[in-house]
């Protein structure tokens, strides 16, 4: 063997050698805070451990069962509406005029599903299918009669400020469990209909499900507020203002000769990263457990050759509907923190379009299959998101400058700007394809 080809060899080995593309996105994230600011390289760090979460729980879907689910926001919508339903402080005056009539409301979707599948089990054919129809079309009477007063009734309650019932006062910390196990329900339902189907149907059907579940929350002001946001969610962290103004603070940060407000956010983000990094660690501890048991060489085998599995006795349908379960449970996670982490809800930012194609750039440029590379793929993704903006505008800028002032290709050059972002997600996922298919970390 010649020493170019050796060389060559050892070159490739290198790039894919995970510790090595660790430390190049780390000294990117350096030269950032060296260049820019560290309060931005801490930022990007805060949101690039939250995209790492989501496209860990995209990856166990795809990468370990070859499931194309394209419902991600959906699923972190979920886990942002548990933060509010966990920390924001309840509204009394809310619960006193409509609270009981959403609970009635409940009920009656208890009683009705109860009874039709007593009803299917005890009769059949033509029977059966009359029973269920006036059960649901009485429970649906019932229903309508109980939850419209109540929700117009809550939403009227100060509806410039409150309008809705609130939470349940609890530390956000909460959520974050909450927001998984709210994910994981959902997934359930979701899977129970929709597992099964051909991978572009399963695509279409979770995008439509992922459509609906935040078509609800923006229009069911009672549970949430709806697109008018829900603000002042309680942090897990000491607030700036708390730390700036302590006298201890305030002296340990001139024994250092710092600026008081600058180290009060540089520890406040440094409190979100460690709670991140605690989160991030866990699940791919126990992603990598999951994988690499028999349980994880099961549904490898199950995504390669489905039909041999099947042959050989194993419920592909059931491991399917745990696969999904787990990946949505996770992304539910991420979606708590990212609510946690901004202190608000804000239904109209989820768009699950943008945002689930960005999730799974991360996954297919990281390593799908690979838990370090989908964790390596959030973090580079959103660092070029992120970076994109301002140097999309620095390049037009200065493409602009060839021309006269009055050009109007000065002034289409400069709109053009902010649509590089997608531009060079299409073009990275591309080169990713054409060039590195298996992804920066390949599956092994």
């Known amino acids: 063997m010649s020493s170019s080809t050796r060389s060559s060899q050892a070159s490739t080995t ?3 050698q995970p510790w090595f593309l660790f430390m190049v996105m780390a000294a990117l994230l350096a030269f950032t805070g060296f260049a820019q600011s560290w309060l931005f390289a801490l930022t990007i760090v805060q949101l690039c451990m939250i995209s790492s979460i989501m496209a860990l729980g995209v990856n166990v879907q795809w990468g370990y069962a070859g499931l194309f689910n394209a419902g991600t926001m959906g699923f972190a919508a979920l886990g942002g509406l548990a933060a509010v339903l966990i920390a924001a402080d309840p509204v009394p005056e809310a619960w006193s005029v409509g609270g009981a009539g959403i609970g009635l409301s ?3 979707i208890g009683g009705t599903i109860a009874a039709v599948i007593l009803v299917r089990a005890k009769l059949g054919g033509l029977a059966g299918f009359l029973s269920t129809a006036v059960i649901l079309i009485v429970g649906y009477l019932l229903f309508t009669a109980v939850f419209g007063p109540a929700t117009s009734a809550i939403e009227s309650v100060d509806a410039s400020q409150t309008g809705y019932l609130g939470g349940m006062g609890l530390p ?3 959520s974050w469990l909450v927001g998984g196990l709210l994910a994981a329900g959902a997934a359930w339902l979701i899977g129970k209909v929709a597992i099964g189907l051909r991978s572009d149907y399963l695509a279409i059907a979770t995008l439509g499900i992922a459509e609906i579940i935040l078509a609800v929350i923006k229009n069911e002001d009672w549970l949430s507020r709806g697109v008018k946001n829900v603000t002042s969610l309680p ?3 000491p607030y700036e203002i708390d730390l700036q103004t302590s006298p201890a603070f305030v002296e340990f940060a001139q024994n250092w000769n710092v600026d008081p407000v600058a180290l009060a956010s540089i520890t406040v983000k440094l409190a979100f990263i460690a709670l991140f990094a605690v989160v991030l660690i866990v699940l791919v501890y126990l992603s990598e457990k999951a994988l690499y048991s028999p349980w994880g060489r099961m549904m490898r085998a ?3 050759q489905p039909d041999a ?3 050989m006795g194993k419920d592909v349908k059931s491991r399917h509907l745990q696969v999904f379960i787990l990946g949505s449970a996770i992304c539910g996670i991420a979606g708590a923190m990212l609510v946690t982490l901004d202190g608000q809800f804000t239904p109209g930012s989820y768009l699950p379009l943008r945002f689930t194609f960005l999730i799974w750039v991360m996954v297919i440029v990281g390593g799908s299959g690979n838990n370090m590379g989908s964790v390596l793929g959030g973090f580079l993704i959103w660092f070029v998101w992120v970076q994109s903006e301002s140097a ?3 390049l037009m800028d200065a493409l602009s400058g060839l021309f006269a002032d009055d050009s109007p290709m000065r002034g289409r050059l ?4 902010p649509h590089l972002r997608p531009v060079l997600m299409g073009l990275i996922l591309i080169l990713a394809l054409r060039f590195a298919p298996k992804g920066l970390i390949p599956e092994r």
Do not use: K
């Open 302 to 304: 199950i995504r390669d």
């Open 106 to 108: 409940a009920l009656v």
């Open 235 to 237: 942090r897990p962290v």
């Open 414 to 417: 400069i709109e053009a700007a």
């Open 392 to 394: 999309g505008f620095a």
């Open 309 to 311: 599995a099947s042959a």
């Open 14 to 16: 290198l790039v894919h």
């Open 172 to 174: 956000i910390l909460l």
